[in-house]
């Protein structure tokens, strides 16, 4: 699993709230992703991060921030959630001399 | 900018049978090109690759896949399919020049009948 943790698993908000998602590696992999997962969709890159403080857009990003200031922490955070943010939310690694991305459990986000 | 389509939203098929999931993609270089396995409630699980060399490639839990250059194809196959290989399988092609990012198909969802 590239020991990749995300917290929390599972996030019940309303709408207008704050949201921060957090995805934890162990190994010191320098690329991170977050995706988002929707029906029909498969995976949808919302913002990676290729070093500390190191970040850059991916084609859902609108709503969404995200930081990184230390190796092991990815943060995607949510503003003010809106109904359409709800979906589940997957980080990602990539392993250093490779190309495939390693993924994590996944956050079930329902925004009410 | 790159895509993948799945044809197949949900295909079904008896145990034992032949299993051919569908990948067509859209690229402008050499494509990076993987297959993905989501157990229902789980995260996705890597099944195979595909960078340079050999066409057909070999993956885990008895599956293969076969890049063709000439139809934009990259499809997954497994000759006799278990029950539990009932899951959900992505395509996806890698920007690996631009970040490494992926872009996912929609998915096929597989369902197995006894």
């Known amino acids: 699993d590239a020991g990749i943790t995300q917290s929390p698993r599972h996030k019940v908000t309303e709408t207008g709230t704050p949201v921060t998602l957090r995805c934890h590696q162990t190994?010191?992999?320098?690329?991170m992703y977050w995706y988002r997962q929707d029906p029909g969709h498969g995976l949808r890159l919302i913002h990676y991060?290729?070093?500390?403080?190191?970040?850059d857009k991916g084609e859902v990003s609108d709503g969404y921030s995200v930081s990184r200031s230390k190796t092991e922490d990815f943060l995607l955070t949510l503003e003010s959630a809106t109904s359409s943010q709800t979906s589940v939310y997957f980080c990602?690694?990539?392993?250093?001399?490779?190309?495939?991305?390693?993924f994590g459990p996944g956050t079930r986000l329902t925004v009410l | 900018a790159q895509s993948v389509t799945q044809p197949d939203i949900h295909i079904t098929v008896s145990e034992g049978a032949s299993l051919e999931l569908r990948c067509n993609y859209s690229?402008?270089?050499?494509?990076?090109l993987f297959w993905y396995v989501q157990s229902p409630g789980q995260g996705l699980q890597l099944l195979l690759k595909?960078?340079?060399?050999?066409?057909l490639v070999q993956g885990i839990k008895g599956f293969e896949a076969e890049f063709k250059r000439s139809q934009s194809s990259f499809n997954l196959r497994k000759p006799s399919v278990h029950w539990s290989d009932a899951a959900e399988y992505f395509c996806?092609?890698?920007?690996?020049?631009?970040?490494?990012?992926?872009?996912f198909g929609g998915g096929t969802r597989v369902l197995v009948k006894p």
């Open positions: 595909y960078f340079s060399g050999d066409t």
């Open positions: 990602a690694v990539k392993v250093a001399g490779g190309d495939e991305q390693f």
């Open positions: 190994e010191n992999h320098r690329y």
């Open positions: 690229y402008g270089a050499t494509p990076y």
């Open positions: 996806a092609v890698g920007a690996i020049a631009a970040g490494n990012k992926l872009t």
């Open positions: 991060s290729y070093g500390v403080k190191d970040t």
